[in-house]
């Protein structure tokens, strides 16, 4: 099992729209994400190829690791 325990929170912006969320880990906001796509974005989702899935999970793999730390 993976413990958070050291990670603070990032924040991450929609690709598709200015909304931005906040998360500790990759699982969380990939879940928060899946989320607004599936309620404001649906078509991107149910639209997008393999091909296109894939992308943008490697894109979304790189804007994650250097998304901005939260400080509280
Ligand atoms: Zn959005």
Do not use: N
């Not at 990670?7 to 998360?23: G, H, L």
């Amino acid at each position: 099992m993976l413990s958070y325990k050291y990670m603070s929170k990032k924040t991450f912006k929609c690709y598709d729209c200015p909304a931005e969320f906040e998360a500790e880990s990759r699982e969380e906001i990939l879940g928060i994400l899946y989320e607004h796509y599936m309620k404001d974005h649906k078509e991107i989702i149910t639209g997008a190829s393999e091909e296109e899935k894939k992308a943008w999970m490697e894109k979304f793999e790189k804007d994650w690791a250097q998304a901005p730390e939260v400080t509280t």
